[in-house]
C-alpha cells in the first residue's frame, strides 16, 4: 500500500465561525487570522494505493461554482487535484474509488464537474464508484435548514444519476471493522449524520483521516467545537473518545484542513489529550 497527500486547494473561513464559543484570544494562538477574522483552512484529500485499487478521500470544493461563491472563500495558492494526481503519476481517470468522509460542498465539490460546454454536470472521476452511506445521503439530500447551504445538489445528485453511487455498511456501534474499501470507519455525528473518519492500516501505523472531526491541531481541547456542527455537544463525546483512543494507541491523524499540520500525533496531559509530534506527509508515506 502507498498513500499520497492530494492537495485540493486551499481557502479561508471566519475564525469565529471555526471555533463556535471559544473566545479569540484562545483560539488565535494556534490559528491566526488575517485583518478580517479568516484563518487559513486546507482541502487535504488522500490518496490509497492498494494492489489495483487507487481510493482518493474526499475532494475539495471543485470549480465549478460561481465567482460569487468563491469569494466568500478567499481562496489562495495554486493547488489542484490535477496537479497533485500528476505529481505522483496519476489521472482522474485512474481512480476507482471516491470516498466521501461527508456531503459537505468543500469536502465532495471536485466529485462533479461540468462537461466542456458547461452544459452538463458529469463525474469527475468517470471510472469511479462514489462511496457514501444511506443514512447520511437521506441527510444530505433532504438538508435540514441549518445545512442546506452546505448539502449543495450539484454536488449530490448527480452521483446517484451516473449509477456510480455505492453505500458502506453501518455499523453497530461506532466502527465499522473491514469495511468493502479496506479499512476500518469510525462514524460520528456531531458534525453531521455519519460523517465517516477513515483508519487505515499502513505499514504498522493507524492513519485516521480526521475530517471534520477533528479541523485543525488548533481545535484539540475538547470544547473547541466548530459553530457548523449540528449537535456540538455530541461532538465534545466524539472527539473525547477518539482522541483518547488516538493517544493510547499512538495513531497519526491526517488533518484535512489544517494548512500548516499535515499529521499530528497526539499524547494523554493533565490538561486532556494534547498535541505530541507534527508531521509532514513525506515523514509518513516517503513519497
Known amino acids: 500500500m502507498n498513500l499520497y497527500p492530494i492537495e485540493a486547494g486551499n481557502f479561508k473561513l471566519d475564525g469565529g465561525a471555526m471555533f463556535g464559543v471559544v473566545p479569540k484570544p484562545l483560539w488565535q494562538r494556534t490559528n491566526p487570522a488575517d485583518s478580517n477574522n479568516m484563518i487559513d483552512i486546507a482541502a487535504r484529500c488522500l490518496l490509497i494505493e492498494d494492489n489495483s485499487r487507487l481510493i482518493l478521500i474526499d475532494t475539495g470544493m471543485g470549480d465549478k461554482q460561481s465567482e460569487k461563491f468563491y469569494g466568500y472563500y478567499h481562496l489562495w495558492g495554486d493547488d489542484t487535484i490535477e496537479k497533485s494526481l500528476a505529481k505522483y503519476g496519476f489521472h482522474r481517470d485512474d481512480i476507482t474509488d471516491v470516498f466521501m468522509t461527508h ?4 469536502h465532495c465539490g471536485g466529485s462533479i464537474q461540468y462537461n466542456k460546454n458547461r ?5 469527475a472521476f468517470k471510472n469511479a464508484h462514489f462511496w457514501s452511506n444511506e443514512d447520511h445521503w437521506s441527510w444530505a439530500t433532504e ?9 449543495l445538489k450539484e454536488n449530490i445528485i448527480p452521483m446517484q444519476e451516473s449509477g456510480q453511487l455505492k453505500f458502506t455498511e453501518l455499523p453497530e456501534d461506532k466502527i465499522l471493522k473491514n469495511s468493502e474499501l479496506g479499512f476500518d470507519i469510525f462514524f460520528a455525528n456531531g458534525h453531521t449524520d455519519k460523517q465517516m473518519i477513515p483508519m487505515i492500516d499502513y505499514k504498522g501505523k493507524i492513519i485516521c483521516f480526521m475530517a471534520d472531526l477533528l479541523p485543525t ?18 461532538t465534545l463525546d466524539e472527539k473525547e ?3 483518547n483512543l488516538a493517544a493510547d494507541h499512538n495513531y497519526y491523524l ?3 484542513h489544517d494548512a500548516h499540520n499535515p499529521i499530528i500525533t497526539v499524547k494523554h496531559t493533565e490538561k486532556g489529550v494534547r ?6 506527509c ?3 508515506f516517503n513519497n
Open 143 to 151: 438538508p435540514n435548514r441549518r445545512e442546506k447551504a452546505s448539502f
Open 275 to 280: 498535541l505530541n509530534e507534527v508531521y509532514t
Open 217 to 234: 491541531a488548533g481545535h484539540l481541547p475538547i470544547p473547541f467545537v466548530m459553530g457548523y456542527d449540528t449537535r456540538p455537544l455530541l
Open 119 to 123: 452544459t452538463l454536470l458529469e463525474p
Open 103 to 106: 456531503l459537505h460542498f468543500d
Open 241 to 243: 473518545a477518539f482522541l
Open 254 to 256: 491526517f488533518l484535512e
Open 282 to 284: 513525506k515523514d509518513i
